[in-house]
Structure formats: structure tokens, C-alpha cells
């Protein structure tokens, strides 16, 4: 649901009645992973995904009746090569969905509006509810703040309440969107309730470290994967808003005296293009012995030889090492600053969800995968 906070917290601040499906489990092939919703509000306006087009439909109607008589329901949709039309993903994954009204006065909506607006402005937001359980629990909600405090309830005794907090908190601090397992008093024992923890963050940075036309392209590729994008460069003449327009920040530094000062997390990316190496050797220096998502360096064969034994002179382990990607990027036969850009962000996308970078056709490797990034389960 999160992923449409800024569409659903306008219409909750317009006072919009509305009705939002949240894909709660897959299995398979499915072509979105928990979290993903749909909404539909009192005049049929939708807005969201849950399938990519395959189950919209039957979701859509689902969103209708929700409204209409006030129930939370969850439906289970898969592959059907019984009937032609029946309603499935011809993907051949399973997706199953929690259909939730949003009234007017309903407790629930003091708790969403909130988590909302937090995650519409790009702050942080953790959001648990129950998909699966007795009845009367089903789609209740805490929301929980990043010091786990939380608003909101279960329906269950506190202790509950108390534990789904501590989970989400965790969760939220991994900035990870999973499902918990809990017994219905609370202990941590998977039984009779499991909540859907939505988690919203800022988005994560990407570092692009020289100031070149190729840096430009990446820029926009960053932007376009949801990546809060600084370019960093020394010189000035060529690290100016002019040459970066979108990106977030422009920063004129050493590249290595940057990255010191600056915060990173296990989520940053960072993408040096310098291929010089006064500027690349402290920086890539640096940079390897971070827990950052990726470090990759721009260059010919023959500039990573020379790199990567300045690094080694310059105390980097093997170790360190393993962890650069240079040549920077998938081998796409790239020429142009933006085909490079894409070569790169490529990379990135696979490094990030497990990806090979090969072909799928012919492959056979799963098309979708639900790693660790998605989903979670308490022990």
C-alpha cells in the first residue's frame, strides 16, 4: 500500500472513501511482491498495480465490493489451464491479495492517514497489519514509528501489539517490506496470526564520482530507479548544476574526502567514473572497506589492471578487491553515454536483486525472485 501513499494520502486528506487491495503472499512467478496494492475509491478511480494486468480486473470488482458492504477479504489468484477465461496470472505464479474498505470514520484510517503522509513526503513509515488470522484481526493495523513507538491495534491483548512493534521496528530499520509470523498472545512462535510489515524509507543514494558526459546519463538512470543521486567532482569548472540538472546534489570536493564525511548505508551505490588515478585510488581505497550495496569503477581492461594494483600498494586486501565491479557494467556492446548508463544501471539491478545478467531466454532461471529484499519471517 505504501507504494501509492501519495495518491491514497490525497484522497484521505480529500475525504475520499476507498477500497485498497495489497498483495499479501506470492508464490511462483508473480510478477509483483508483497506489498504491491490497488485502490479504488467511491468513483471508480484507480490507481496502483497488483499483477501487472493479469488479475487487475477481478481485483478492481473485489475493491468495489469492499466498499460496498464494509468486509476485509483475501483472495487467492493462480494459473488456470482449465478455462480459457477464468480469472489467473498466465504467468503461472500465485498471488494473493487482502482487499481492505477504507471508510469515512473507520478507526482504521486514523491509522493509515499518518503512515501515509510520512511515506508520501519520503520519510520513514512501517505499517503491520494482519492478512492472516482469526476474523476479527483481519486487516487491523499498528503503525510504527522508527523509535518503535507505534499507533493503532491488532485487536488481540497488548503483548501482541507489543511484538508486532518490536518487529516492524526491525524490519523498518532494514528498510525491508516482509511478512511476520506470531502467536495470537504475542510470543514470537509462528501460529495464528502473520502480518504484512509495509516499509517505506527514503530513497537510497547513488554517488556518481566524476563529473563527464557519461555521468549525466547515469544520472537520469539513477533518477529513473529511484535513487537520490549526488555527482561529485573536484574540478569546478565541469561540477555545475547546469551540466547536472536532475541531479539532487552537485558537490564540488575531492571524491574521497566526500565519501568520508558523507552517510551511506548498506542500500548506497556508488558509481566512480573518473578513470584517473589521483582520483580514483584514495577513492576506491575508501570505498572498498565500506558495507555500501556496490562500488564499481569505469575504465578499459588495462586501466582496472593498473587500478587494482595502485589499490593493492595502497593496502587494499583481495578481499577488498572482490568486491569491485571494473569494467564497470553488463557487457551490452555499449558505446554511447547512455547505452554505457544503462550498461551500469543494469548491473546495479542485478547485484541488487540477485540477477546473472544473462539472457533469459533459454535460461531457465526464475524469472522473479523473492529474496531477502521482499520478505522476511520471524523465527
Given at each position: 500500500m505504501l507504494d501509492i501513499a501519495r495518491d491514497l494520502s490525497r484522497w484521505i486528506e480529500e475525504g475520499r472513501e476507498f477500497a485498497v487491495a495489497t498483495v499479501v503472499a506470492v508464490g511462483g512467478s508473480a510478477p509483483r511482491g508483497p506489498g504491491a496494492a490497488l485502490a479504488v475509491d467511491g468513483a471508480g478511480t484507480a490507481v496502483g498495480s497488483v499483477s501487472g494486468g493479469c488479475v487487475e480486473g477481478a481485483v478492481y470488482d473485489l475493491c468495489v465490493q469492499a466498499l460496498r458492504d464494509g468486509e476485509t477479504v483475501v483472495e487467492r489468484f493462480g494459473y488456470s489451464d482449465e478455462d480459457a477465461f477464468a480469472v489467473g496470472l498466465t504467468c503461472g505464479g500465485v498471488v494473493e491479495v487482502m482487499v481492505t474498505p477504507v471508510r469515512a470514520h473507520a478507526p482504521l484510517r486514523a491509522v493509515l492517514g499518518p503512515a501515509l503522509s510520512a511515506a508520501a513526503r519520503g520519510g520513514p513509515a512501517a505499517l503491520a497489519r494482519v492478512v492472516r488470522g482469526p476474523a476479527e484481526l483481519l486487516g487491523r493495523a499498528l503503525r510504527v514509528h522508527p523509535d518503535g513507538s507505534y499507533e493503532g491495534g491488532l485487536g488481540g491483548p497488548a503483548e501482541l501489539d507489543r511484538t508486532a512493534a518490536a518487529e516492524a521496528r526491525a524490519l523498518l530499520e532494514a528498510g525491508r517490506t516482509g511478512t511476520v509470523g506470531?502467536?495470537?498472545?504475542?510470543?514470537?512462535?509462528?501460529?495464528?496470526?502473520?502480518?504484512?510489515?509495509?516499509c517505506s524509507v527514503p530513497p537510497p543514494r547513488m554517488i556518481v564520482f566524476g563529473a563527464i558526459d557519461f555521468a549525466?546519463?547515469?544520472?537520469?538512470?539513477?533518477?529513473?530507479?529511484?535513487?537520490?543521486?549526488?555527482?561529485?567532482?573536484?574540478?569546478?569548472?565541469?561540477?555545475?548544476?547546469?551540466?547536472?540538472?536532475?541531479?539532487?546534489?552537485?558537490?564540488?570536493?575531492?571524491?574521497?574526502?566526500?565519501?568520508?564525511?558523507?552517510?551511506?548505508?548498506?542500500?548506497?551505490?556508488?558509481?566512480?567514473?573518473?578513470?584517473?588515478?589521483?582520483?580514483?585510488?584514495?577513492?576506491?581505497?575508501?570505498?572498498?572497506?565500506?558495507?555500501?550495496?556496490?562500488?564499481?569503477?569505469?575504465?578499459?581492461?588495462?586501466?582496472?589492471?593498473?587500478?587494482?594494483?595502485?589499490?593493492?600498494?595502497?593496502?587494499?586486501?583481495?578481499?577488498?578487491?572482490?568486491?569491485?565491479?571494473?569494467?564497470?557494467?553488463?557487457?551490452?556492446?555499449?558505446?554511447?553515454?547512455?547505452?554505457?548508463?544503462?550498461s551500469i544501471a543494469a548491473e546495479i539491478v542485478a547485484v541488487r536483486r540477485g540477477g546473472t545478467g544473462a539472457p533469459l531466454t533459454g535460461s531457465g532461471t526464475p524469472i522473479h525472485r523473492q529474496g531477502q529484499e521482499q520478505s522476511t519471517t520471524a523465527a
Open positions: 506470531l502467536s495470537e498472545d504475542g510470543s514470537r512462535c509462528p501460529g495464528g496470526v502473520t502480518l504484512l510489515v509495509e549525466a546519463a547515469l544520472v537520469r538512470a539513477g533518477k529513473f530507479l529511484g535513487y537520490h543521486v549526488t555527482v561529485c567532482d573536484a574540478r569546478p569548472v565541469f561540477t555545475t548544476r547546469a551540466r547536472f540538472p536532475e541531479a539532487d546534489d552537485v558537490v564540488v570536493d575531492w571524491p574521497h574526502r566526500y565519501l568520508r564525511r558523507t552517510a551511506t548505508d548498506a542500500r548506497t551505490v556508488l558509481c566512480v567514473l573518473t578513470h584517473d588515478a589521483k582520483f580514483d585510488v584514495p577513492l576506491l581505497t575508501e570505498a572498498l572497506r565500506m558495507p555500501v550495496a556496490y562500488v564499481g569503477a569505469m575504465g578499459s581492461r588495462r586501466t582496472h589492471a593498473d587500478r587494482e594494483r595502485r589499490l593493492r600498494e595502497a593496502g587494499s586486501t583481495d578481499r577488498e578487491l572482490s568486491r569491485l565491479r571494473s569494467p564497470i557494467g553488463l557487457d551490452l556492446g555499449a558505446r554511447t553515454p547512455e547505452e554505457t548508463a544503462l
